[in-house]
């Protein structure tokens, strides 16, 4: 098929535009085209412990040959897969309903809170997303604001908890005047006669470009969200499993138990599964619920190798230590690059946002895309993400290491002053002395290992990847 034709429907969008991308297989955090080129993934949320691991193939391989298809009937893939995921959880969220997709999870949450509330209205984030269904595209502000219909009467949008443009992450900020506009629009709801029956969230928005709330902002958010006797959801679709490093759950960081939790991409590292997981009381509500896919033994006996490898090679720890050196070094690379406004992360999910040259601070829309493309011609997959598209997004698999990193900062460095250099997007006045500004990043933290990396009651041991 041709490329021309491929992309001319705009409903079509691929990665890199009119260049698009083939890729014909991957391994761990690196994809290869069909000239056999290698690229390094910085973009994967999906492949969550690298791609095509062999101890997740091997479990759907074996898997595949036994039973696919269980609908309605006990298997032991499901409940020994039910059993682990259990073991990630608080006592308090112990319903878990598998489905196929994030969208499918968010879709099912949002049915779930409406029957339990008894209401219709939804709270969510300004630059939101929450999946590709009629229902969520009505609720995802990222999407619903281009269409013709704009926001429906049920939606009550929540100003995001950053000083956009250009906050520096706001996790150690005091919540104080966020959470104020956060009430005002929750009470603008209940005066209008239309309370809020459910809050639906990322806890760390990577949708809206990587904005971390402070820590204290969900604990008295979620407060007035049931006080006046709605419930919290947490889209967890992409930050869980370990992306964050120092949790399983991004919602651990911030002090809170949210009352759904949905979950997707990295619970099946590429396979289509996800889960909505919540209280008894809740759960009771649902009734009768068919899914022909949703919980396939497939599917199960791949989510459990998942998090088998996430336990066993200590993903935890390396996503948390890999994570504080990439910031490290992206703060640096800020000191040098006025074009960088702001670095934002945690974990292993992290965003650098594009200014035109501070202390000018409109987002460098061009300037983004162009990167994004240069380095993809370096053998660097990134993506644009933010309201503005004008913030790198660097997601890539937890099996991504120190060298990887530090080929990334190296690459990055590189890149922006080529760009910075063009007069089409921007022109520096000084150029610093060092090409690479790494040398302060401090290695104290190289060898430690965080103290709640989980453990699994019953271990299950293989090969791991070479
Ligand atoms: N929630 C969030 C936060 C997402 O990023 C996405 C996908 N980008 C979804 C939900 C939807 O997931 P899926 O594509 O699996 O339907």
Redesign the pocket.
Known sequence: MKMDNLTADSSCKLHFGNKPFKVVRASKQYLYDELGNEFLDCYTITAHVGHCHPHVVSAGQTQMSLLWASQGMLSDPYSEYIKCLLEFLPEKLSVIQLVS????A?DLALRLARKYTKRHDVAVFESG????LSSLVDISEKSFRKLPHGKKDFVHIIPLPANMPCSDSSYDQDPEIHLEKAVTSINRAAASGRPVGCFMS?MVV??AGVIIPPKKYFRSLYKVIRDQGGICIA?E??TGFGRTGENFWAYQAFGVIPDILTV??PIGNGYPL?AVITTKEIGVCLGDFLNTYGGNPIACVIGKAVIEVIVNEKLMSSTKMVGIFLLQGFNDLKEKHLSIGAVRGIGLIIGVEFVCCRPNLKSATQLAVSFVRRMRDKGVILAVQGAERNVIGITPPLCFTLENARKLLKLFDQVLWELEREPAIIRLESEPDSLLGLSNISSDFLDTEISNEPVLKKRRFYVDMD
């Not at 997709?101 to 499918?104: D, I, L, P, V, Y």
């Not at 997303?129 to 590709?132: E, K, L, P, T, V």
Request: proline share 0%; net charge negative.
């Open positions: 997709s994030g969208s499918e968010n997303f929450h999946g590709n990322e990577t949708a889209d679709v992409t997707g991409k996800a």
